[in-house]
Each structure stands twice: as structure tokens, then as C-alpha cells.
């Protein structure tokens, strides 16, 4: 049994040294985001959209509450406090409105974007 378990523990550790990073459901942050640290975004639904940073991680950032035209425009602007980076504290305006944001997650890339 412990044989098994090591083994078990050695594959997905080796595995995970080699693959990207892993998505996480944990709350985090982007960095450098009012510094040209987001690039591309994608509008999710309602509730969420997804952004992706310089190094292309993609996040899931989800609102407090509905928005339902942002991201459909062309751009979006980023609103994070006096470190520049991007959290759950920030808000995202477009020309329809400004929404703030509930959470920040990794997530997979959009399938329009090469994602699964």
C-alpha cells in the first residue's frame, strides 16, 4: 500500500514539474496589471470574464453582482489600487459601465483562444 501511494506521489509530482501550471480555485492576483500586465480578455457571461496576463495564465474574475455588457466592447479598463496589481479589490470599466469584482482564479484558456 505504501509502495503504491509513493508511487503514486512521485508520477504527479514529476508530471507536474513538466506541465504548466495547474488551475487553481484558490483566490489570487495578477501582477503588474496597471502596467501592461493584462493583454487579452474574453467575456464569459454575465457574471464573468476572463483575463490573460503577459506570461498568457488566463484568470476567471467573477463580479459581485451581474454585468451584463462588459466585454462586449472592444476594450476594457483595469482598476487596481496603488500597487498595480490586479485582485479581487479591483474593478473593470467599459464604456457601458463599471463592475466590481467578487474573486480572482487561474483558469484554463478559452477555447477560442487554444483552450480545451
Known amino acids: 500500500m505504501i509502495k503504491i501511494l509513493g508511487l503514486a506521489l512521485f508520477m504527479a509530482m514529476t508530471g507536474c514539474a513538466t ?19 493584462i493583454r487579452d480578455f474574453e467575456r464569459e457571461s454575465d457574471k464573468s470574464v476572463l483575463l490573460r496576463d503577459r506570461a498568457g495564465h488566463w484568470y476567471r474574475v467573477t463580479f459581485l453582482g451581474t454585468c451584463p455588457r462588459v466585454g462586449y466592447g472592444a476594450t476594457l479598463r483595469y482598476h487596481t489600487g496603488p ?22 482564479v487561474r483558469a484554463e484558456a478559452p477555447r477560442s483562444k487554444g483552450g480545451r
Open 19 to 37: 506541465a504548466q501550471a495547474p488551475v487553481s480555485p484558490y483566490e489570487t492576483s495578477i501582477p503588474f496589471a496597471a502596467n501592461g500586465g
Open 83 to 104: 500597487s498595480g496589481t490586479f485582485d479581487r479589490f479591483s474593478s473593470i470599466s467599459s464604456e457601458y459601465g463599471t463592475c466590481q469584482v467578487g474573486s480572482v
